[in-house]
T-cell receptor
Framework: GAVVSQHPSRVICKSGTSVKIECRSL??????MFWYRQFPKQSLMLMATSNEGSKATYEQGVEKDKFLINHASLTLSTLTVTSAHPEDSSFYIC??????????????FGPGTRLLVL | AQSVTQPDIHITVSEGASLELRCNYSYGATPYLFWYVQSPGQGLQLLLK??????LVQGIKGFEAEFKRSQSSFNLRKPSVHWSDAAEYFCAVDMFSGGYNKLIFGAGTRLAVHP
């Protein structure tokens, strides 16, 4: 149980285009999902917290107009990188909390999406 | 300030040797503590977690960790390392900050295992 999927696993795009990454909780409902960014050989940095049916909460320094987050259902959150540039190339990882789990504090992570902007 | 510190960036051990990865945190309240492992190009897998109760917690793959409140530490241990344990290990603390709970990660420790 507690599986989180991401799609696509890898994407290459041209500079200036937009890319959408999906994060799904496959066997549980997730009222809260998180988006992280990880540069090579570095730790995960929280970008934003996504709550179902409400606006995402962005961490300081993260451009909300560039990284659009939508959490339209209890099992799906999307991250759209708008007008992507080479500096946006990174590994993007989502996670989700299981709302019905006895200890909601555990986050389950997706496998990540590697974005390369040319 | 709230933070998580993993002092060792790289650790190399021989297969069969014991392992201890260090983690220290700075947080005013009782923390929820986690260890995750990440293989190259992969997402994170939860090894173990501590919320309350027994301060020595057992995880998957033969790992264990001990919460020491007096030292603000949550070190990960394994008595005998296998070559497949080579990966990046992240300590994380669930903290209440900015109005909600969020995970703060340490910088990670890259483990190499010599045959």
């Amino acid at each position: 149980g507690a599986v989180v999927s991401q799609h696509p696993s890898r994407v290459i795009c041209k500079s200036g285009t937009s890319v959408k990454i999906e994060c799904r909780s496959l066997d549980f409902q997730a009222t809260t999902m998180f988006w992280y960014r990880q540069f090579p050989k570095q730790s995960l940095m929280l970008m934003a917290t996504s709550n179902e049916g409400s606006k995402a909460t962005y961490e300081q320094g993260v451009e909300k107009d560039k990284f659009l987050i939508n959490h339209a259902s209890l099992t799906l959150s999307t991250l759209t990188v708008t007008s992507a540039h080479p500096e946006d190339s990174s590994f993007y990882i989502c996670s989700a909390r299981d709302w019905e789990a006895p200890l909601q504090e555990t986050q389950y992570f997706g496998p990540g999406t590697r974005l390369l902007v040319l | 300030a709230q933070s998580v510190t993993q002092p060792d960036i790289h650790i190399t051990v021989s297969e069969g040797a014991s392992l201890e990865l260090r983690c220290n945190y700075s947080y005013g309240a009782t923390p929820y503590l986690f260890w995750y492992v990440q293989s190259p190009g992969q997402g994170l897998q939860l090894l173990l977690k501590y919320f309350s109760g027994d301060t020595l917690v057992q995880g998957i793959k033969g790992f264990e960790a001990e919460f020491k409140r007096s030292q603000s530490s949550f070190n990960l241990r394994k008595p005998s390392v296998h070559w497949s344990d080579a990966a990046e290990y992240f300590c994380a603390v669930d903290m209440f900050s900015g109005g909600y709970n969020k995970l703060i990660f340490g910088a990670g420790t890259r483990l190499a295992v010599h045959p």
